[in-house]
């Protein structure tokens, strides 16, 4: 049979999600619908935390726990038999089997090895064991992880080490569970192999300056938090669509499809109803998070159809950074028990928004958030302190943050007039913007433009409280209200090396700044007269980092040349300026990053983008000469014989005449766009990683592009029935 009815089996799939079809798998979502959500039973229900700690260890050894966990004092080695012995019995007690390591290495992802509980006994018989050894430290064959030269494949042992500030939680699989232990990941010889261990560090050299600093406003021992909020932003598409296009499965992203009829331009889907299935989907979604203690709180459809986002409430960084990598695997998870499949790719689909990862940071102490300004912030000499230290922070390392966010899933996002543009800048709104003008023109402020209250116009509608300024959404770095949004991260990254970037990068700003006054304070100047010309000289020195306008304008874009920010377009752009004599020195000033551990990290970065777009390149063209190509040879094929038919009744074939030259030249443009591709895929692109990576962004994705242009256009004539791919018209509105 020529034809493929493929696409409407699949919508009839599609539309029956519910049904025997999928073997039972949404099963769960009635449930879901049914069951009550009781959030206080079931919070932290997975984790072994404080609460059940408390209760299962002897009070000195709890009391050791906490002193780490509140003062991140090192853990007296001869607990961990104690809390291993604890921590079994209860992993036991929830009906797990096996316990893991789970660890963050340099993929971006989190890894894990299990093991059984089980020690074989005389007679013939088992038991369960777990000591304190098992406990604290893995050792894991490292071998087949990234390592960026810094262990040769033949040097194949690395560690993992427990952390105790994250709690142990029970992972919950349809066959059974285990217990799973956050780790750090390490070479043999020391060296950071994951992302936790330079975040932990970033943190540590963050809280000992910002002590600092505060000590100098009279804040003793102050024992400060970098804290994180991190909004994931995901696709939901039916599974069935899911598997039939190689490329979702393959690389995560559409290669080739026609934008639809109607796109994202009607603005109905962002907060609009969320779609029943979709709403169960979120709610078992937060029921299992919430069971591994990670607090979820918002949920709602986001701009582009199909699109939608839930975001947790914030945490300190380690933390925030371990349950990001909880909300991704469990999104991914949960979607098939409804049928769906989670997206957490950059840009599923072109011509409608990408999906990112906002992440809010901040820091403070117990008792106060040092980016609070209060109502009057040109009184909060503190606040504006500690807001100057951030501006100048993100001045002097534009080129830091940028790399920070740097892959090839982001490429599609960043200064694609949507996302934020690659060009890093603050917005710190009209309240703050004025009173730093203030200080940069008297070298102090007087006032702090106030919000007032809104009347709506009608009797019984309240009056509300406004803020002194309005939000920017195109803002890669926005102050907002109390923390500052960082909008250039991947909805697929990690979190954590843009943490460890924000918190470096205020270190050293925090420190350099405590310094500056200390050299004042010596010199006898008063502490408010210090910091009042300290302010003012910094606000005066990067102030062209603020900008509260339009980002995906091209006024902008020249704007920003004029001032001399950078304008990093694509990740190897960004990339290359990781090793930079800069950044190597910052890195290992505050003890975050050693030379090798950055330099590794930069080869492994291009050594990812390589792979990922040479991937795609292969999955394109294989889609095109097996999928696409014989779709339009099919049809050509029959547009052939009716034309030869037609000819031989002597009838006027005009309109298919023309339907033959339009299909054949279309067969024609993608043969030749496909054989450039296969050409430029066969292509090693030299021999290092650093050329290899500069011969797909240069080769290979021109010569993807090309591709998909051919299909795009074959698609919008090739036969619905004839099709081999679901559509975007499909995907994106089946719901
Ligand atoms: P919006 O971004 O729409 O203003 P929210 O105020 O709810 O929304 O904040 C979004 C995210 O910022 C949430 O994850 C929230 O927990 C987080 N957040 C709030 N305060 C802080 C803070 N002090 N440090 C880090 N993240 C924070
Ligand atoms: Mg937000």
Redesign the pocket.
Known sequence: MPRTTARFDTLAAARGWEGEARNGAARSAPRAAAEPMDIETLFGQHTFGLAEMRGRLPKQVYRAILRTLEHGDPLDPSVADVVALAMKEWALEKGASHFTHWFQPLTGSTAEKHDSFITPNEGGGAVAEFNGKELIQGEPDASSFPSGGLRATFEARGYTAWDPTSPAFIVETGAGCYLSIPTAFASWTGEALDTKIPLLRSMNALATQARRALELFGVRDARVTA?????QEFFLIDQEFFYRRPDLVTTGRTLIGARPPRGQELEDHYFGSIPDRVLAFMMEVERELYRLGVPV??RHNEVAPGQFEM????ENANLAADHQQLMMITLRKVAPRFGLAALLHEKPFAGVNGSGK?L???L?TESQ?L?EPGDTPHENMQFLFFCTAVLRAVDRHQDLIRASVAHAGNDHRLGANEAPPAIISVFLGTQLTDVLEQIERAGTATESKQGGLLGLGSPVLPHLPQHAGDRNRTSPFAF????F?FRAPGSSQSVSFPATVLNTIMAESLDELSTALDAELAKGVSFEDALRRLIAEEVRRVKRIVFNGDGYSQEWQDEAARRGLLNLRTTLDALETLPSDKNRALFEKYGVLTHRELESRHEIALDQYFKTVNIEGETTADMAGTMILPAAVRYLNDLVAAADRTRTLGVETRGLTRTVQIVNELVDEMRDALDALVAQNAELGGETVHSKAYHVRDNVVPAMLRVRAAADRLEKVVPDDYWPLPTYRDMLFVK
């Open positions: 804290t994180c909020g991190p909004e709180k918002t975001a947790p409430i914030y906002h809010n940071w901040s403070g958030n980016l907002t209200g109390n923390k949004e």
